[in-house]
């Protein structure tokens, strides 16, 4: 059974950061490419950043370009994105999400956590 479970979430001012993280209870994590998503309320999800198995490939969507980086440890079994310079337009609830194959920038993951809701005020 593969889960995927967010963390760090909350509500940051402008400008403000945060780190989420994406706890990954599968056993072959490192054969896995991660991704992470958001959906805003009444928009449909979105890709955010991804990265492949090995970590030396990332993908980011153009909007969080130079204030997001994503990120794994394998030998922790977990994802992260690091958030800076974030603002209101970021509010969404973030998801993370794993797959097998190398294509990083796709809709088509294989399996979804359920999210942690990121608010920023103005």
């Known amino acids: 059974q593969v889960q995927l479970v967010e963390s760090g979430g909350g509500l940051v001012e402008a400008g403000g950061s945060l780190r989420l993280s994406c706890a990954a209870s599968?056993?072959?994590?490192?054969?896995?490419?991660m991704g992470w998503f958001r959906q805003a309320a009444g928009e449909e999800r979105e890709i955010v950043a991804a990265?492949?198995?090995?970590?030396?490939?990332?993908y980011y969507a153009d909007s969080v370009k130079g204030r997001f980086t994503i990120s794994r440890g394998n030998a922790k079994n977990t994802l992260y994105l690091q958030m800076n310079s974030l603002k209101p337009e970021d509010t969404a609830v973030y998801l993370c999400a794993a797959r097998s194959g190398i294509t990083l920038a796709t809709m088509t993951y294989d399996y979804w956590g359920q999210g942690t809701q990121v608010t920023v005020s103005s």
């Open positions: 599968i056993r072959t994590f490192r054969t896995y490419a």
């Open positions: 990265i492949s198995w090995s970590g030396d490939n990332t």
